[in-house]
């Protein structure tokens, strides 16, 4: 007998976790370039830096000499091409008269990809950079060139009181060959004293894999754990390390904090970091290697203010493809009632920045005070993944309590199927905004933001989790009453020896549940979205939208995807055209239950076990599995 998984392993692990993903994602500020491009295009591995003779230009597709940054004129007719050299070589990318294939070595385009470069009969050029870049021509085609170097140049550094502590893996760590890999470790900080964060600089291994790094502010209000040395860590650095306070990106030289504000260290402040390093390998390679990590200056020179950090924006996205191809906007507000309960002072912005993914084109921020627009805060027009704006005020943005922060992202839909989710990856979506503010709050959630309409706010504040939600006392639910709704409709719809059966007991078991108000509208979509999270609640609905053919959950595309699966995406099977229920039964071995999803990759059907004994029913229900 299996007992039950707790996915948390205390009632904020979860939901931290989740808000947690968000916020790094939108401190995903640019993408990575993908190192093995290279070898598609000849000599890619040569290519010169024409801002600094000598140099190897790696990031021959990009802006950033390392790969960060827009696409430049040669990675744009790449990807145009479908990254294809025989149709890429031709074509003069740069407009300087030359083309790619000339510039890389290969006039006569007769390379292809694992053969040997042609025999060099004269040096190679830069096939994105137009040459010579001080003819007018070029001058006007290189717009884009930035020959300055990139140095972080803070202007405390002057401070002689400065120090640093440098956080990175003491060894070399090998690289899942898995396209995403997050690894963290903890750090001390000093505690002698009060001292504040105030520069981060990153610490560069292997350029080609870092695709960002942060550092996380740890509670240690209670005791710690500390994993030893490099530990895999998924998006969640460490339970108790939530708090962003150091941050690289591809392309960054670092990062200068506003000079009135830092990040409080030491005696009163964090006293232990976790280091999270993202490595994107994309050609999924094994026998790869990183040792990166952050540099950060701190002064005991403590400023006036100490930072933070607040997420606004919308938890719910789902783009439906449509043709012809048309655009959707999807809006949110951190309502009056938030901020006035969230912050008993004002509190000034310094800094903020939009986040969105590919199919983003614009995005704005803006400022409300008692139901009128007092100003935008960011204003993204023309919105680019690879090179977003970080929009800092020297004059720092007051906000006051009661006031409201507006979010409204615009995106271009999709074309074919499946519809676009919210969600980490590049190929999902998102719509945030990233506010660093000063004084900092001691917040129970740094962020405020909704689900559909449903205010984060209103689930996490004391004053306001109590209360129902459009007639739904969903704390009270997840906490108690769903266990009994879960143990009464699996017990009864998913039976010894039988893989599902829609009998009459189970639909009569599921018509208490059907119409709650918990499970319907916009606080239905949350509570649905925490059942969904675990096999037992993933039953649940599957009997709820499977079994009930003349009726459904109501549930779109995107409620109802988990990983590459649907819940109720069975139902076709097991109703008829009439909209009666049928018993399906498939005698197994054991005392099983299980659930039938359909997986996307090969249209079989995916089947999930779940160890059904009675005992660990009861021990469900009076343990309490769904914790809000």
Known sequence: MALYRLVWSTKARLEARTMLLYMVCLLITTVTGYGNYRLRIPHGDKVPDPCHPGKIWRGVGHTGVEGGGARNPFGLDFEKVGKLWTRLCRLDSDGDGKSNGEELGDPRCVWSPGSVPPKLKRAISHPGVCEPMDSPLCKEM????????????????????????????????????????????????????????????????????????????????????????????????????????????????????????????????????????????????????????????????????????????????????????????VDSVCASKCTREMFDTPIYITSAINHMHYFGLSQIISQYRNGSKVRDITNDLIYSYDSPIINTFNSPIEILPGDELHTECVYKLPVTNPPICQGDGTQDEMCYGFITYYPAHRLIRPWCTTRKSIQSCQRHLPRYQN??????????????????????????????????????QCLSALEKYRNHACLNGDIGSYVISKLRRDELGQQFLNAMDICDCSKDLGLGYCDRLIERALIGDQRKKYCTPEGKAISYKKYLPGNTAQVIVDDFNNGENSIQVIQCNIVVFIWIMFSGIFVV
């Open 467 to 504: 209360e129902a939600i459009d007639g739904c006392r969903w704390k009270e639910f997840l906490s108690k009453e769903i266990n009994s709704a879960v143990l009464h409709v699996v017990v009864t719809c998913y039976h010894d020896d039988v893989l599902i059966d829609c009998s009459g």
């Open 142 to 329: 290189n717009k884009w060139l930035d020959c300055n170097e990139r140095n972080l140049n803070c202007s405390v550094f002057k401070d002689p009181d400065i120090r640093n502590i440098t956080l990175k893996f003491q060894e070399r760590v090998p690289v899942p060959s898995r396209e995403t890999n997050y690894y963290c470790m903890i750090f001390d900080f000093p505690t002698d004293r009060d001292y504040h964060l105030v520069a981060t600089q990153p610490v560069l291994d292997n350029k080609q894999l870092a695709h960002h790094i942060l550092a996380f502010g740890c509670d240690t209000s209670a005791e710690i754990d500390v994993p030893p040395g490099p530990y895999p860590c998924a998006m969640l650095a460490h339970p108790q390390c939530l708090d962003i306070i150091g941050t690289w990106t591809v392309g960054s030289a670092g990062e200068c904090v506003n000079n009135n504000t830092g990040f409080r260290l030491g005696k009163n402040g964090y006293r232990k970091a976790a280091l999270q390093v993202h490595w994107n390998n994309p050609e999924k390679l094994s026998n790869l290697e990183d040792a990166s990590g952050l540099r950060l200056y701190y002064t005991p020179n403590v400023r006036k203010n100490d930072a933070g950090m607040l997420v606004v924006g919308q938890d719910f996205i789902q783009l439906n493809p449509s043709l012809p191809e048309t655009t959707v906007t």
